[in-house]
C-alpha cells in the first residue's frame, strides 16, 4: 500500500513561486507514474503534471506549460512541483497520485491512478 503525503502549499501573491513536494512510503516508487492534480471549490478535480517513472518523460496542462515544472528523486520517493508565475486562477487543493504503470500513458485521467494523497491548499491573492 502506497501512501502519499503532500506539503508546500500556502497563501502566495500573483507571481509567486511555490514548491510542492510530494512524499511516498510503501510499494516501489519508481514502479509508478507520478502526477500532479488540483481542484478549485466547485470544479472538477483537472490534471496539472505528469512524470514517468525514471523521470525522463514529463506532460503538463496547457494552462501551466512554461510556469510549472514536475520533478523526481526516485532515492528520495518523492516527486515535486515547482509553479512560478502564479496567477489567482492557480487557486485550488493540489493533490499528488500514483499509477502502476511501466507505461506513460493515460496519465490526464483520474480514474487510472491507485493512490492519491490528501492534497495541499495553494491560495494566490491578486
Known amino acids: 500500500q502506497v501512501q502519499l503525503a503532500e506539503s508546500g502549499g500556502g497563501l502566495v501573491q500573483a507571481g509567486g513561486s511555490l514548491r510542492l513536494s510530494c512524499a511516498a512510503s510503501?510499494?516501489?516508487?519508481?514502479?509508478?507514474?507520478m502526477g500532479w492534480f488540483r481542484q478549485a471549490p466547485g470544479k472538477e478535480r483537472e490534471f496539472v503534471a505528469a512524470?514517468?517513472?525514471?523521470?525522463?518523460?514529463?506532460n503538463y496542462a496547457d494552462s501551466v506549460k512554461g510556469r510549472f515544472t514536475i520533478s523526481r528523486d526516485n532515492a528520495k520517493n518523492t516527486v515535486y512541483l515547482q509553479m512560478n508565475s502564479l496567477k489567482p486562477e492557480d487557486t485550488a487543493v493540489y493533490y499528488c497520485?500514483?499509477?502502476?504503470?511501466?507505461?506513460?500513458?493515460?496519465?490526464?485521467?483520474?480514474?487510472?491512478?491507485?493512490?492519491w494523497g490528501q492534497g495541499t491548499q495553494v491560495t494566490v491573492s491578486s
Open positions: 497520485a500514483a499509477k502502476r504503470s511501466f507505461v506513460f500513458s493515460n496519465y490526464e485521467n483520474t480514474a487510472q491512478y491507485d493512490y
Open positions: 510503501g510499494g516501489t516508487f519508481s514502479n509508478s507514474l
Open positions: 512524470i514517468s517513472r525514471l523521470g525522463s518523460m514529463t
